[in-house]
């Protein structure tokens, strides 16, 4: 009995181990994003659309949220390229958009928030 439950609680402890390493880490910057943006499967999107899934989904197509039209027009697959040049520059991705956010102008910045978005499934 109590080696079985030695048993349980190591692979537990594997199991968590293991999810843990396919996460990415929180990028700092992502504090700007957060005030707007839920990032839990299922929560209520805020201000924003929750992002959790946003990876290869199609642009404007959450069902509980309410997009510009401008955001529903572009409609693009949310690639890796295509995160990275909203996030550096929403209006010039996306003219019309409804997102008060001015851009993310370095690079390797906007590399991470992209990489974490697509780590959110
Ligand atoms: C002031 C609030 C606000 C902030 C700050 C903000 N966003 Fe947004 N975001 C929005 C709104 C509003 C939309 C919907 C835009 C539309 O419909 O035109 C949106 C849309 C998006 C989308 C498209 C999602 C989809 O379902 O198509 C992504 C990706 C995104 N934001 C990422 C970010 C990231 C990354 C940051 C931080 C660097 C950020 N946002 C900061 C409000 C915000």
């Not at 959450?62 to 390229?81: C, F, H």
């Not at 019309?96 to 959110?120: E, F, H, V």
Request: glycine share 10%.
């Amino acid at each position: 009995m109590k080696s079985g439950f030695a048993f349980a609680a190591a692979a537990a402890l594997v199991f968590a181990a293991s999810s843990a390493a396919a996460q990415v880490a929180k990028p700092p910057a992502f504090a700007a994003c957060q005030s707007c943006h839920a990032v839990t499967k299922g929560q209520k999107s805020g201000m924003g659309p929750n992002l959790f899934g946003v990876g290869g989904r199609k642009a404007g197509t959450l069902a509980d949220y309410k997009y510009s039209p401008a955001m529903v027009k572009y409609g693009q697959p949310w690639t890796r390229a295509n995160l990275i040049e909203f996030i550096s520059n929403p209006r010039t991705a996306v003219p019309g958009t409804k997102m008060i956010y001015p851009g993310q102008k370095n690079p390797q910045i906007a590399g991470q928030l992209a990489d974490y978005l697509l780590s959110l499934k």
